[in-house]
């Protein structure tokens, strides 16, 4: 529960955060969060990367040629050895091969980032639909991830309980976006005036 909270609490604090520097800099918080997107994606793959070195977030066994083997006394050996997966042979050191769903996540990041910085660049969306789109993609991505991950020992949420959260955070944030536009179609006008930050109708 402690570390649900840490999550929940950071994320909700470094949002509030951002809104109240763009009000404090009369910054369009819309825009701000669209240029803030590469600054997102690096974040995760910062944190992932660690996470592969470190030995913990890892993947469920597979035979996959780029299943990786983590060392015997890893977060996946540990939890290899806790479900029984590993058998008898895991309290002798035995690590099957994981997805390495840290690099899986990291990638997956730097994807969701390029197709954000192509709709912002393009031009004729709301504000906002960059910084949407890449959390739409990013928690879709999530749903599929977290699916080849165990369940971590004494964890807050049961699997499917995440996989529901995940998925519908991302429903939610692809509804933004279509709201958004369809409430410019309506106004008659899709030019988005990058300097003002505001939709500008004729």
């Known amino acids: 529960a402690a570390s649900l909270m840490r999550k ?11 809104l109240i520097g763009a009000r404090w800099l009369r910054l369009p918080a819309a825009r701000l969060a669209d240029h ?3 600054a997102a994606a690096a974040a995760v793959v910062l944190m992932r990367v660690g996470c592969f070195l470190n030995g913990c977030c890892a993947g469920e066994p597979t035979d996959l040629p780029w299943g990786v083997t983590f060392p015997a006394g890893s977060a996946a050996w540990g939890s290899q050895v806790l479900s029984g997966s590993s058998g008898i042979l895991g309290f002798a050191g035995h690590v099957d091969p994981v997805h390495p769903t840290q690099l899986y996540e990291a990638a997956a990041a ?8 192509r709709v912002r660049r393009w ?18 991505f999530r749903v599929v991830n977290q699916s080849l991950r165990p369940d971590a020992p004494g964890a807050t949420l049961p ?11 991302a429903l939610a944030a692809g509804a933004l976006i279509v709201v958004r536009v369809a409430a410019v179609r309506r106004s008659g006008d899709l ?3 990058p300097c003002r930050a505001s939709l500008r109708t004729e």
């Open 159 to 169: 699997h499917d309980a995440l996989l529901a959260a995940y998925a519908v955070a």
């Open 110 to 117: 730097i994807g969701c980032a390029a197709v954000a910085v």
């Open 123 to 140: 031009g004729r969306l709301p504000a906002g639909s960059a910084a949407l789109a890449f959390a739409a993609a990013f928690l879709a």
């Open 8 to 18: 929940v609490s950071g994320t909700a604090g470094a949002v509030g955060a951002g």
């Open 36 to 38: 803030s997107v590469e």
């Open 191 to 193: 030019r988005f005036d």
